[in-house]
């Protein structure tokens, strides 16, 4: 599955306004390119659409549209407008990190307390000797 996030911000105009006037003309590119799933998504401070292809033709294929570039070029600030391969920012990655080992894994035991030891000494004696 190949993903591709468009996120435009806000500017002078709000950013759904934007999505409100190009919303059908990015899906119906999406589809005609062979997507299979889309999502609009908005944020205070502005929109993403996610979409999804079952490989990385459509996608390109998407993104080399002229619909698709004229609807970036309207968009409220061209500084504004972010494209990148995934799904939007909080998706987090692709692979799970592997766990970490539990807190204290790893140390080394320390050896229990033995009486036949031979240096031993009881408590008093040393208190003693201050």
Same mark, same amino acid.
């Given at each position: 599955?190949?993903?591709?996030?468009?996120?435009?911000?806000?500017?002078?105009?709000?950013?759904?306004?934007?999505?409100?006037?190009?919303?059908?003309?990015?899906?119906?590119?999406?589809?005609?390119?062979?997507?299979?799933?889309?999502?609009?998504?908005?944020?205070?401070?502005?929109? %993403? +659409?996610?979409?999804?292809? *079952?490989?990385?033709?459509?996608?390109? =294929?998407?993104?080399?549209?002229?619909?698709? $570039? &004229?609807?970036?070029?309207?968009?409220?600030?061209?500084?504004?407008?972010?494209?990148?391969?995934?799904?939007?920012?909080?998706?987090?990655?692709?692979?799970?990190?592997?766990?970490?080992?539990?807190?204290?894994?790893? %140390? +080394?035991?320390?050896?229990? *307390?033995?009486?036949?030891?031979?240096? =031993?000494?009881?408590?008093?004696?040393?208190? $003693? &000797?201050?």
């Amino acid at each position: 599955m190949e993903w591709l996030t468009l996120e435009v911000f806000d500017a002078d105009s709000a950013a759904w306004a934007w999505r409100d006037r190009h919303d059908d003309d990015l899906v119906t590119v999406a589809i005609s390119t062979g997507a299979t799933y889309w999502e609009w998504h908005q944020h205070p401070y502005g929109v %993403a +659409l996610e979409v999804c292809w *079952p490989d990385e033709s459509g996608l390109e =294929a998407f993104r080399n549209s002229p619909v698709v $570039a &004229a609807a970036l070029e309207r968009a409220p600030d061209a500084s504004g407008v972010l494209i990148y391969k995934g799904r939007g920012g909080g998706s987090g990655a692709c692979v799970r990190r592997p766990k970490r080992p539990p807190m204290g894994a790893g %140390a +080394l035991a320390l050896p229990e *307390p033995n009486d036949a030891m031979p240096d =031993a000494q009881p408590v008093e004696l040393l208190m $003693a &000797a201050v």
